[in-house]
């Protein structure tokens, strides 16, 4: 069973610069998770769909963060404009549902450094 | 709001020493605790999950105990191998609450050859 592809790998830009993030979740899983993992800190949510619909953005910065997963599959993360603060791993997870008993499956995550 | 915490931050042992990790949370109120493993540059890979009702799991080498009325669980590393090297998240799934999990900061191992 192929797991949770995330791209890029790295990524580096100037700050001000836009910046796309792509994951394709587990075939068949309907939940999608975006985490941000700064260096030396655990993984923060970001945003949570629920096929294409969003479940919970409370934690993202909609100033410059936007999200979509227009088909409730692969999902976009965009970042625009990118500030230095945004240096961080961003890391895609899926699971089949919402529900307690549903495990989540991360990707390798994106690496992403702003100068 | 669940707020976890993980000591050390980071620790240095030599090869062969058992160690034991450390992982704080404030609401009782969870429905699992998984550790996972980290390698630079790379996600998440899960060690143990230990759901509400159990008090610990093991597999191999790694031992993980929960004790849910005082928000506490320890990840116990037998006979450590410099490729246990890695930084150890643990997280808590809080019931409820939409399969969210909330993260600790990490501790980051160095076992030494």
């Known amino acids: 069973e192929a797991g949770v592809a995330q791209s890029p790998r790295y990524k580096i830009i100037e700050k001000r610069q836009s910046v796309a993030f792509w994951c394709n979740p587990i075939s068949g899983h309907a939940t999608l998770y975006w985490y941000q993992q700064i260096l030396g800190q655990g993984p923060k949510l970001l945003i949570q769909?629920?096929?294409?619909?969003?479940?919970?953005d409370s934690q993202l910065p909609k100033d410059r963060f936007s999200a979509e997963r227009l088909k409730g599959v692969d999902s976009t993360l965009k970042i625009q404009p990118a500030k230095l603060e945004d240096s961080a791993v961003y890391l895609c997870?899926?699971?089949?549902?919402?529900?307690?008993?549903?495990?989540?499956?991360f990707g390798p995550g994106t690496r992403l450094t702003v100068l | 709001k669940q707020e976890v915490t993980q000591i050390p931050a980071a620790l240095s042992v030599p090869e062969g020493e058992n160690l034991v990790l450390n992982c704080s949370f404030t609401d009782s109120a969870i429905y699992n605790l998984q550790w996972f493993r980290q390698d630079p540059g790379k996600g998440l890979t899960s060690l143990l999950l230990i759901q509400s009702s159990q008090r610990e799991q093991t597999s191999g080498r790694l031992n993980a105990s929960l004790d849910k009325s005082s928000g506490r669980s320890t990840l116990y590393i037998a006979a450590s191998q410099p490729g246990d090297s890695a930084t150890y998240l643990c997280a808590v799934k809080v019931k409820n609450a939409g399969n969210m999990l909330t993260f600790g900061g990490g501790t980051r191992l160095m076992v030494k050859p």
């Open positions: 769909f629920q096929n294409n619909g969003v479940v919970d």
């Open positions: 997870a899926s699971s089949f549902s919402a529900g307690d008993t549903d495990t989540q499956y």
